[in-house]
C-alpha cells in the first residue's frame, strides 16, 4: 500500500517538474539519488555483513542460547505470561543491542508468533506482546551501528561521538517504556 502512495507521489513529482519547464533539472535529480542511494547501499553492506556474520558464529559457537538462557529470568519478570519466546525475544533485543535493526527484525517477527500462539484472547495484545512491542521499539543501543556506517559513509568526522548519547538515551527510553507498560498492565488504564 506504502509503494502505491509513494509511486503516485513520485509521478505527481514528475509530471509537475515537466509542466513547470524543469523537466531535464528533475531528471537529474532522480540520476543523482539513485547514485547516491546505491553508493550508500554498497558502502552499509560491509557493516551489516559484518555484525551479521558475528551474530550467526555466535549462534555457531552456542553463545546465543547462554544468552538466552541468562536472560530467561530477567525476561520472566517483564513477561511472566512469554512462554518459549525468550529465546527469539533475546536474540531480537541483542541484534537491536548492536543496532542491527535489519537482523532484529526476523527474530522479532518469530517471537510475536511465539508471544501469540501462547496468547489466550488472539483479538487483542496480551501483556507479554505489548511488552515486547515497547522494549522493541525503546531498545537499549550501545553501539548504533547503522547509524555510524550511515556517517561513515556520509564523510563524518567523527562518526563514533553518538554511542554514549546513544546509549544514554535509549537506557531512558527503554526504562520509560517498561514503566509504562507495567502502569498499565497493573490496571491503571489497562485491563
Not at 34 to 54: C, H, K, N, P, Q
Request: charged share 15%.
Amino acid at each position: 500500500m506504502m509503494g502505491f502512495f509513494f509511486a503516485i507521489s513520485c509521478i505527481i513529482g514528475i509530471v509537475l517538474c515537466c509542466f513547470g519547464g524543469s523537466g531535464s533539472a528533475a531528471l537529474d535529480c532522480l540520476l543523482a539519488g539513485a547514485d547516491s542511494a546505491v553508493e550508500l547501499s554498497i558502502s552499509l553492506a560491509g557493516t551489516y555483513l559484518l555484525w551479521m556474520g558475528l551474530i550467526n558464529v555466535a549462534s555457531e559457537a552456542g553463545l546465543i542460547e547462554k544468552l538466552a538462557a541468562r536472560m530467561h529470568k530477567p525476561l520472566r519478570l517483564l513477561m511472566p505470561d512469554a512462554g518459549d519466546a525468550s529465546a527469539s525475544v533475546t536474540l531480537n533485543l541483542a541484534a537491536n543491542f548492536f543496532g542491527l535493526g535489519s537482523a532484529a527484525t526476523p527474530f522479532g517477527l518469530d517471537a510475536m508468533k511465539r508471544l501469540n500462539t501462547v496468547n489466550p484472547d488472539k483479538k487483542s495484545a496480551s501483556n507479554a506482546i505489548c511488552m515486547f512491542l515497547a522494549l522493541n521499539a525503546s531498545a537499549i543501543e550501545f553501539m548504533p551501528t547503522g547509524v555510524i556506517a550511515v556517517r561513515i559513509a556520509c564523510g563524518s568526522a567523527d562518526a563514533y561521538d553518538i554511542v554514549l548519547p546513544t546509549f544514554v538515551s535509549s537506557v531512558f527510553s527503554a526504562a520509560a517504556a517498561i514503566l509504562a507498560c507495567k502502569f498499565f498492565e497493573s490496571g491503571a488504564g489497562g485491563k
